[in-house]
């Protein structure tokens, strides 16, 4: 019998994470002492509030099918929560639960891109988004960012890079991997491009929303005009350590809404209700409840940046929200190790995991290759002992 999957399959990559989180997992099995730093989970627990939610809705019986785009529940906290915390207004018919902020991603590229339509990308860029444009069979554009800049794209680069093909422009802020941050002011000058496209649709990943160094979060919807041209993505995975409950949603015109909500009901149907009560019971509660878990991460984020800049070769920005480094390695390209020259951010992630048993991301994944991403989810002591294994393992390059 022949194995022959379809050529859509055959167009993707695997998930650039997953992969090397699964050769972690291989390395952990044979006994060998691994920091696994590729993952982007927090490394916290779901707050009790939402936990007893979803035992109040098993208790209370709420086992049955949804209404696809969610409970009128789930749908109205989100519609709070936006003009809580976003100053968006948005209707009930206009939010669609889905499961995870990945699936509202890929309901949003379903329902808006043709074969040979453009997707603009800044890179660095979460690696699913140019995977979803394939899926759809639209064509991914990078746009390469630079360190210097804070990974941010400038505006007189945005309009370049548009087309009469261009459909949508992706992005997400905080960003995974860089976690660079756009300022309310550098939303705006963004914006004042993208109203001057009537077909270009702006998806902006919000997922991070909660994990934020800077004052305050800018919506790119918020910004005169954007409303009606935009889809904010959002979930509570990140902001409230709930990963395995699988939540997220969007707000969008109605239009979008309906289409998503159509696409979602062949595919999946509604999140799992039980999910959906613990979601509703986080967007209900005052976002102050994730304060201490996005202080330890701001300190994290300072041992990070202050220990990997002192590693040879690596150029350290200060990210301003998730929890992520992304640093700049192409000085170390060209040097090697017992005979092995590291050729790109690849052989560098590999050189680290075997080395110093450190487990990053290549950059490439983020359309970013001169880079690695490095999360610091993870306990202060750990993240030291990645610090130092780091700085080791690269003092041996020549």
């Known amino acids: 019998m022949e194995h022959i999957t379809s050529k859509l399959l055959q167009r993707l990559s695997e998930s650039a994470t997953i992969a090397m989180s699964r050769k972690a997992r ?16 927090p490394d916290f627990d779901t707050p009790d509030a939402m ?19 969610g409970t009128p529940r789930v749908r109205k906290a989100i519609v709070e929560k936006f003009k809580r915390d976003n100053g968006l207004i948005y209707g009930i018919d206009e939010v669609v639960v889905s499961t995870g902020a990945k699936q509202s991603l890929a309901n ?3 329902s808006l891109v043709d074969p040979g339509d453009e997707v603009i990308l800044p890179a660095p860029f979460w690696v699913s988004y140019e995977e979803l444009i394939k899926v759809a069979g639209g064509t991914p554009v990078i746009m390469p960012t630079s360190i210097d800049n804070d990974y941010k794209v400038q505006p ?35 914006a004042d491009v993208l109203r001057k496209h009537d077909r270009i649709i702006t998806v902006s990943d919000e997922i991070y929303e909660l994990i934020n160094f800077t004052e305050k979060h800018a919506s790119m919807a918020a910004q005169p005009g954007m409303w009606e041209r935009t889809v904010t993505v959002n979930g509570v995975s990140k902001g409230f350590a709930m990963t395995g409950w699988r939540l997220g949603y969007i707000g969008a015109p109605k239009w979008i809404a309906a289409a998503c909500t159509k696409i979602q009901g062949q595919f999946t149907s509604a999140p799992s209700s039980i999910t959906q009560a613990a979601a509703a019971a986080a967007l209900e509660a005052d976002p ?59 052989d560098l992630a590999f050189f680290l995991l075997e080395k110093a048993q450190v487990a990053s991301v290549p950059g490439a994944a983020f359309g970013t290759p001169e880079c690695i991403r490095l999360s610091y989810a993870a306990s202060d002591a750990v993240l030291q002992e990645a610090v130092s294994r780091i700085q080791k393992a690269c003092a041996l390059l020549v």
Do not use: W
């Open 288 to 346: 102050s409840v994730t304060s201490a878990m996005v202080a330890a991460f701001r300190r994290r984020r300072a041992l990070m940046v202050e220990g990997l800049s002192e590693v040879q070769g690596f150029k350290v920005n200060q990210p301003m929200g998730a929890f992520y480094v992304f640093p700049d390695v192409s000085a170390l390209f060209g040097k090697s190790f017992e005979g092995k020259t590291l050729e790109n951010s690849d």
């Open 108 to 110: 949003v590229v379903l």
């Open 51 to 69: 936990k007893q939610a979803g035992i109040d809705a098993i208790q209370a019986n709420e086992t049955h099918y949804t209404p696809v785009p």
């Open 26 to 41: 291989e390395l952990k099995d044979q006994g060998i002492d691994v920091i696994s730093l590729s993952l982007g989970e």
């Open 156 to 190: 007189e680069e945005l309009e370049a890079a548009i087309t009469d093909k261009t459909r949508l422009v992706m992005y997400s802020s905080p960003c995974n991997p860089s976690g660079s941050v756009y300022t309310h002011d550098e939303t705006a000058a963004l």
